[in-house]
């Protein structure tokens, strides 16, 4: 299974990368750090599987770099390049944030969820909320990957 996990959290990434390996131990695990490399990652090589962060910098982060403009719906938005470039890829999202600003208010993951399975039908298979002492999400996950055809 190739799996391209989107994380710009080094400790967030490391938790997802050991899990991920702990129940695929031959997986081929590319990582990218932005919407930018993302991006790149998906036009080397379609992946059979997805994780994303919501909030993500438009560019890696490096020594002396901010990784530009951050995006709060970064997420979002690999999931509508996807889909304009025509790509079929089961994506989830995976974040650590309970709800998002959005024109002037907050919108929960309840209804985020429910705005991406209407806008992206056929890739999307789900909004997790990562929390680090909790084990919630490695359950919910492991179902996503498992119902998408990869066990």
């Known amino acids: 299974m190739n799996i391209i996990l989107v994380e710009d959290e080094d400790p967030k990434r490391r938790h997802i990368e050991a899990f991920l390996k702990e129940h695929w131990p031959t997986i081929d695990l590319r990582l990218a ?3 930018r490399s993302a991006l790149a990652a998906l036009d080397e090589k379609i992946p059979d599987f997805l994780i994303l962060d919501m909030s993500l910098p ?4 490096g020594p002396g770099e901010t990784g530009g403009r951050p995006q709060g719906f970064g997420g979002r938005e690999l999931m509508r390049n996807i889909e304009l470039d025509e790509i079929r890829c089961p994506c989830v999202i995976l974040t650590g944030y309970e709800a998002f600003s959005k024109a002037g208010g907050q919108v929960g993951l309840d209804a985020l969820n429910a705005e991406l399975k209407e806008e992206h039908p056929v890739n999307f298979h789900g909004m997790l909320h990562y ?4 084990g919630d999400w490695r359950e919910r996950l492991l179902e996503i990957i498992n119902n998408a055809g990869f066990e």
């Open 33 to 35: 750090r932005s919407v």
């Open 58 to 61: 438009t560019f890696d982060i």
């Open 131 to 134: 929390n680090s002492a909790y």
